[in-house]
């Protein structure tokens, strides 16, 4: 369950930056991870995108990289706090420096060729499709709801609503879990569908939509 949870951090780190202790990792990595950071985190400023469709198209490139950039980590051997650790330390430096109009690590040609290099990888190489079932789904959607609100209520300063929604996230993250191991998926599968649900999640509550489960069903899972 430990092992989802950065995951979903990972993947909204635009809407939470947290400064956290560095993390060892090479050149080509972290500017991985702060171009990925940057193109979500200019995803969400309404007055440099055009269109949804704009917006939607830099979080996808934003999520590729970010999601190479984990599993680079994991080949060099960190473990899921410290790529979390990675991830928010580096998404801060680089919402800080976007913000004050001031170097965030990277030149745009950088990040422009980090994607044009993914593209050209091997259709084989790029990780696989996750299918999932309908019980995983509920629990992952919820799990993550409630993990995003989780954090938007710390951010306001209301610790216990955020210790509960927490406490309700890492119960039906940690029943999911279980569930994809009982199906036979590795660790590197079951982090990167994380991930994903994170970032779908994420977007649908600050668009203001409704998640795919009401909250009262959601709340029930946990009992």
């Known amino acids: 369950m430990r092992k989802l949870l950065p995951a979903l951090l990972l993947a909204s780190c635009a809407f939470y930056p947290v400064a956290t202790p560095a993390a060892e990792f090479d050149a080509e990595t972290e500017l991985l991870i702060r171009c990925g950071a940057g193109y979500m985190i200019v995803a969400e400023d309404d007055e440099l995108m055009d269109s949804e469709a ?35 330390r580096l998404a801060t430096e680089v919402a800080t420096a976007l913000e004050a109009k001031t170097d965030p690590g990277f030149e745009t040609s950088q990040c422009t060729a980090l994607l044009e290099a993914a593209a050209a990888e091997p259709a084989e190489s790029k990780a696989p499709e996750v299918g999932t079932s309908e019980e995983i789904d509920k629990l992952m959607t919820c799990g993550a709801g409630f993990y995003v609100t989780a954090e938007a209520s710390k951010e306001e300063g209301d610790e216990d609503t955020a210790r509960n929604l927490g406490a309700l ?20 599968a079951r982090f990167e569908l994380s991930k994903q649900y994170g970032q779908q999640v994420g977007e649908t509550i600050y668009a203001g939509e409704e998640l795919a489960y009401d909250w009262e069903t959601c709340a029930n899972l946990a009992y």
């Open 54 to 88: 704009d917006a939607e198209n830099l979080r996808s490139m934003g999520l590729m990289l970010l999601q190479q950039a984990d599993s680079m980590l994991i080949e060099q051997g960190l473990d899921g706090d410290a790529r979390e650790a990675a991830g928010e």
């Open 169 to 188: 996230a890492e119960t039906l993250i940690g029943r999911a879990d279980q569930l994809m191991i009982d199906a036979g998926m590795g660790e590197e």
